[in-house]
């Protein structure tokens, strides 16, 4: 016969009394005390299984009114057991809950103030770790005012650089200007960017404080930001080519004004030597001849045809081909027959690469098509 067998034989000769005093008689022998207490878990009555839920679930009415609805479904056989459970939940809610909803929303916003008070004063330092962190978004979340919001966002002022690149904080950032409801509140962030030379586009480059820029670029105004896009566009030619900076760039092609748009397609046609030969540059090439006008499709179809080496480079990548095939798609469209006719003259080395065949078949089709 196997332990849990004996267990429960031994259980239906001792009376739940005995195993009761046992488990709490300290002079009894430790080895008995602790076989008590093995009985107990198979003994037939319930023990405190409140202790077992988390601290903040054990007086919440409404959890243990629903967990009451479960026991039927968990012990049907003993309709005993079942009700001397929901004897415990209802005699348990009543002596530590109050009896009205209103009350209990009284008691939850009476908390809910003592945790944001709490968190006055040290908003920087909370941000900086994962639990703080979600603590400072909720009590941004919970503020009753703009004015509210200000208060605990201003104590990052000095801390703003800090805070961007921080794996927990740049969400409170994030939380900051996505539940801010005037631009102008926002301004000590891009202060912050702006004062400092060249903080603008190594804020481009990092895998967190990039994404403060581009939720400034969505919420604010054009004119409030636009010293932070002058940056940007002075140095697109690095940022197209970098593994984190192409996402800003990105995001002006998908998002940005039309005047921004036009900039930012000039300077990739002025780069286009450069932007062509990187991984990262393809994919914003891509994006830049979805989201554009098709008169700035054509300038810049036109700038990457004149180098056919730039061409090939990107056909051979996975990324890459796909803006060659709207490249070649834009130059058929209005007619640009010599940049096609050089273009074929490299067929076998497209035809080389798994990605070059795709584009040496489109390329096939254009050259028939225009020959007719």
């Keep these: 016969m196997d332990c849990a067998s004996d267990s429960q034989c031994c259980s239906a000769l001792i009376s739940p009394a005995c195993i009761e005093s046992l488990e709490t008689d300290q002079c009894a022998p430790r080895p008995l005390r602790s076989l008590a207490t093995r009985l107990g878990f198979v003994a ?15 007086c919440n009415p409404q959890l243990l009114a629903a967990a009451a609805d479960t026991v039927p479904a968990l012990a049907e056989d003993d309709a005993e057991d079942v009700a001397c459970v929901r004897r415990t939940v209802r005699t348990h809610t009543s002596s530590t809950c109050s009896t009205s909803l209103g009350d209990m929303h009284v008691e939850d916003s009476e908390e809910s103030c003592d945790e944001d008070s709490s968190i006055v004063g040290r908003v920087w330092k909370l941000s900086q770790d994962p639990l703080g962190s979600r603590l400072v978004q909720a009590a941004l979340e919970r503020a009753d005012s703009e004015e ?46 702006t004062h400092q030379d060249n903080s603008i586009v190594q804020a ?33 030619g690095t940022l197209a080519c970098h593994s984190v900076g192409h996402y800003i760039l990105r995001h002006l092609l998908e998002c940005g004004t039309k005047d921004q748009q036009y900039q930012l397609v000039r300077s990739i046609e002025q780069n286009a030597c450069r932007i062509g030969r990187s991984t990262f540059g393809g994919i914003v090439l891509e994006t830049m001849l979805t989201h554009t006008a098709v008169e700035d499709k054509a300038w810049v179809a036109r700038a990457f045809a004149q180098d056919p080496a730039v061409m090939l480079c990107l056909a051979k990548t996975k990324r890459g081909h796909a803006s060659v095939l709207l490249l070649l798609d ?8 010599r ?29 028939e098509q225009s020959c007719l």
């Design 44 to 58: 037939p009555r319930h023990r405190a299984w409140r202790a077992y839920l988390p601290r903040q679930s054990r």
């Design 148 to 193: 509210q919001r200000c208060l605990l966002a201003h104590e990052l002022c000095g801390h703003v650089h800090e805070i961007m690149r921080c794996p927990h904080g740049n969400h409170v950032v994030q939380k900051i200007i996505n539940t801010m409801q005037r631009p102008e509140s926002l301004q000590f962030i891009i202060d912050a960017l």
């Design 204 to 236: 481009a480059k990092h895998r967190y404080a990039t994404r403060i820029i581009e939720h400034l670029l969505r919420v604010c105004p054009p004119a409030q930001v636009s010293e932070i896009v002058e940056n940007l566009l002075k140095v697109v």
């Design 330 to 337: 834009t130059l058929q469209g209005y007619g640009d027959h």
């Design 339 to 367: 940049a096609l006719s050089n273009m074929a003259q490299h067929m076998d080395a497209l035809k080389a690469s798994r990605f070059g065949r795709i584009v040496a078949q489109r390329l096939e089709t254009a050259c």
